[in-house]
């Protein structure tokens, strides 16, 4: 327990201002008088290793790495308690920013009574918030893999500007102000949205890895979904402010909880931190680890390449990569639009109130239930015993761990129909709302396998990849969110969902060929790793 609390925020903060005084307040090993330094860094000059700097000089230095197989501080050492820990801080915390987003969506008709805005404008209330978690990755996640910096930091840091945003939009008194503080919220809210699952990666095998993942994207998905059933109720009865106030109760005790007890799980930070304890106690320079090796050869303008153009290369010249990230715009969009489409459908038609209007999100939990026990027991059936016989990075044939969104794929266009053509008041409304539910298996299915195989195809680029994926399926939401109303004002809801189900056919069809030709695909891509 106290590793874990020397190695939160609020650990690293008392050691910041009182280690000079009190050097045996949670200290590390290094720090203690019994520490002995190890065999292997206790190198003749003879066995150092040899390292060329760009400029050309020559810099000899003892690499620093965990201890042993068994070392204490390396994330993928730690007790199975503390791991679960750890990855429940993360689903409360993703579930808190995710949820931020739509706990707006009752409060939209009340925006504009208030300001005496139009539907476009109180509708930007859900749309800035979506563009701001998507452009906050394209920042924070290269941020969180500077080892001088790592994710803890940056997760604790930007959180807590979050929370007192969320108390700043409960007191707003202008449109302009609760719109900025809106796409603020979901820009500093953005880091667990692209990095969590990297600080899970940190701590799990990588045949273990996607079993938390799957639970951690859940809290994910049910945050926008949960939101509206959250704030409809108390708005109807309390106004606008309180969808904001809720938001602020929610992620206020979260963020006390991760300043005290969310340690670093960066493992270059670790070692980072490692090295120059080591060069404090032994006073030897030549102790550095290998992330700093690396980092020291990059300008700024190669990491901004890295973080910000490379990943739309990819895009482009990738067609995998492509159709993950135009599949899963489409997904999100269509999730998205259901804010739209739901008063429409629930309250014109069949006559619920404001907070029943958002009850037909809970089709989404049976969803889920579904989904992730399926894809567990097949993931443990099929695949893990597999991965355990491979050598890394693909462990494996990659493609034939999307065979679970090959048979689930259909299922969208087939719930998007069903609701599209039983959305009329002389159907029952629980018949569109089991639409709902056969299309969210999908949903859950569809971001699992292909975050997996992203993850494993492009493991050099894959922190890049997912944080412009998040962008653009985050601005293609944003878009859905604006533009589903007039679409579906035009086409009748039956017309316009429809034609997000013609879209999802198409993407049906693209995850069909990627199982099938993906490995070729592979071969001759550039930025893929084909074997």
């Known amino acids: 327990m106290w590793d874990t609390i020397r190695e939160s925020s609020l650990g690293q903060l008392a050691r910041l201002l009182v280690h000079s005084r009190r050097p045996d307040l949670l200290p590390y090993p290094e720090e203690l008088e019994s520490f002995q330094l190890p065999a292997s860094l206790s190198q003749s000059p003879s066995s150092l290793l040899d390292t060329k700097l760009d400029d050309g000089f020559r810099e000899r230095v003892v690499m620093v790495d965990w201890y042993?197989?068994?070392?204490?501080?390396?994330?993928?050492?730690?007790?199975?308690?503390?791991?679960?820990?750890?990855?429940?801080?993360?689903?409360?915390?993703?579930?808190a920013v995710y949820v931020g987003s739509s706990l707006y969506a009752p409060s939209e008709a009340q925006v504009m009574s208030a300001f005496g805005a139009s539907y476009e404008v109180a509708a930007l209330g859900i749309a800035l918030y979506v563009v701001g978690y998507g452009v906050g990755p394209l920042l924070w996640s290269p941020l969180s893999e500077i080892p001088s910096i790592g994710r803890t930091n940056i997760y604790v840091a930007t959180f807590f500007v979050f929370v007192w945003l969320a108390l700043g939009a409960s007191v707003v008194d202008n449109l302009a102000g609760l719109l900025i503080i809106r796409f603020l919220l979901g820009f500093f809210g953005s880091p667990c949205l692209a990095t969590a699952g990297a600080t899970l990666d940190d701590m799990f095998r990588p045949w273990k890895l996607p079993y938390v993942l799957t639970v951690w994207s859940a809290s994910a998905t049910l945050g926008p979904a949960l939101g509206p059933i959250v704030s409809g109720f108390a708005v109807t009865e309390m106004?606008?402010?309180?969808?904001?106030?809720?938001?602020?109760?929610?992620?206020?005790?979260?963020?006390?909880?991760?300043?005290?007890?969310?340690?670093?799980?960066?493992?270059?930070?670790?070692?980072?931190?490692?090295?120059?304890?080591?060069?404090?106690?032994?006073?030897?320079?030549?102790?550095?680890?290998?992330?700093?090796?690396?980092?020291?050869?990059?300008?700024?303008?190669?990491?901004?390449?890295?973080?910000?153009?490379?990943?739309w290369q990819i895009n482009a010249l990738d067609p995998a990569v492509l159709y993950t990230t135009v599949y899963a715009a489409v997904l999100y969009g269509t999730y998205y639009s259901f804010f739209e489409a739901f008063p429409l459908v629930f309250v014109d038609m069949h006559g619920f109130n404001l907070g029943e209007s958002g009850l037909p999100f809970l089709a989404f939990v049976p969803g889920l239930m579904i989904a992730v026990p399926s894809y567990i027991v097949w993931f443990r059936i099929k695949?893990?015993?597999?991965?355990?016989?491979?050598?890394?990075?693909?462990?494996?044939?990659?493609?034939?761990?999307?065979?679970?969104?090959?048979?689930?794929?259909?299922?969208?266009?087939?719930?998007?129909?069903?609701?599209?053509?039983?959305?009329?008041?002389?159907?029952?409304?629980?018949?569109?709302?089991?639409?709902?539910?056969?299309?969210?298996?999908?949903?859950?299915?569809?971001?699992?396998c292909m975050n997996f195989y992203i993850s494993r195809c492009y493991p050099k680029y894959s922190a890049s990849l997912f944080a412009a994926n998040t962008f653009a399926r985050s601005c293609f939401a944003a878009g859905s969110i604006l533009f589903s109303t007039p679409m579906y004002q035009t086409l009748g809801v039956g017309g316009g969902v429809s034609l997000l189900g013609g879209l999802s056919v198409l993407c049906a069809g693209g995850m069909v060929f990627l199982w099938r030709y993906g490995d070729r695909l592979r071969v001759r891509s550039r930025f893929a790793q084909s074997s």
């Open 239 to 311: 106004g606008w402010r309180w969808s904001n106030w809720e938001l602020f109760w929610l992620s206020a005790p979260i963020l006390v909880v991760m300043v005290v007890s969310l340690p670093e799980t960066n493992p270059d930070t670790i070692l980072h931190r490692k090295a120059a304890r080591l060069r404090a106690r032994t006073g030897r320079a030549e102790l550095h680890c290998e992330a700093d090796l690396k980092r020291a050869h990059m300008t700024p303008r190669q990491i901004a390449v890295d973080a910000l153009i490379k990943p």
């Open 68 to 95: 042993s197989s068994t070392d204490p501080s390396n994330p993928k050492t730690w007790t199975f308690a503390k791991k679960v820990w750890i990855t429940t801080q993360m689903g409360l915390y993703t579930f």
């Open 383 to 448: 695949v893990e015993p597999a991965m355990r016989k491979e050598p890394p990075p693909l462990y494996g044939h990659p493609e034939s761990r999307l065979f679970p969104a090959v048979l689930t794929t259909f299922l969208a266009p087939v719930g998007l129909f069903i609701f599209a053509w039983t959305s009329r008041p002389d159907v029952h409304w629980i018949v569109p709302i089991l639409g709902l539910l056969v299309l969210y298996i999908c949903v859950v299915i569809a971001f699992q």
